[in-house]
């Protein structure tokens, strides 16, 4: 695909110049920011540089030469004449938003500790909340790389109830609430380092093992609980480690610390920054983005988030308003 290719080009070029630098790679402060992004045009010369950082790389032939620039955006290839834009093949593709909001809602969502929610960026932008949803979505779905890296070492994994639980509803993995299984790093001596996370239908094993497999590099050690959804862990290639909880006199948050912290983290997020107010069908969208916060949240400068989500956005294919109304299809990515 035309975007794996653009991704290629971003990771081989940053393995062999000098290291990003906030205030030359990408604005440091809000201030430089709006110094930096005045109007649409600055916009696309910052988007042409993340898309083609060794030149302009026709999507038709290949070729590595100098478009020739034309209106409305306009780029045509000198050899084939093959005519496209910085933006096209992107989720800003065929977009009615100027750029300059796009960006603003990119730097807002990524620059800000817990992020915000539609409406509260529809207030900052004076968009419509519509609007504003639609951005924030599409972001959360350029947020997942495809080929991102499987989970190594010492992986800790359970699953935790996003919604509470009604007065007298049943409790546990018989809940009718949505079940989130959350795989997370476990550094040693002491730590935590990646985690992923998928909304499943229920805990069986139909379910658990292939999230493991798709997450969990083969060779890793594996800790669950005893739930017997885990099982053929072993026939998969996995060290399979279990923690009886029942027979252990430490609670669950001593025994699985990583998952309860994560899972405590992320009821908190949802509770504060969106109100509560996140449906079954989106949830997997928000868990993205909770899962770039988190695996990012070392970062020596929140506007290298903002730049990372923005060479993101330029490797996803453009994502029509139908496909994310009822929920995105997550299936058939590599989550």
Known sequence: MVQDVVMKNLLDQEKTKLPLEA????????????????????????????????????????????????????????????????????????????????FEAAWHMTTPKNGLSAKTLQRTLGTSYRTAWKMLHKYRIAMVRSEREQLTGIVEIDESLVGGIDHGGKRGRGSDKAIVVIAIEIEEPMGFGRVRMRHISDASGDNLIPFVCDVVSVGATVQTDGWGGYNNLKNNGYLHQKKILSSNDDPAHVSMPGVHRIASLLKRWILGTHQGSVSIEHLQSYLEEFTFRFNRRTSASRGLLFRRLLEQSICREPIIESKITHGFDWKHHNI
């Open 23 to 102: 205030g030359r790679d990408y604005p440091k402060i809000y201030r430089e920011f709006v110094e930096w992004f005045p109007n649409d045009d600055a916009c696309k010369v910052y988007l042409e540089k993340l898309r083609w950082p060794n030149g302009f790389i026709c999507p038709a032939c290949s070729s590595n030469s100098e478009p020739w620039k034309q209106t409305r955006g306009r780029l045509v290839c000198p050899l084939c004449k093959h005519q496209t834009s910085v933006t096209r093949g992107t989720i800003f593709d065929k977009t009615r938003t100027p750029l300059t909001t796009w």
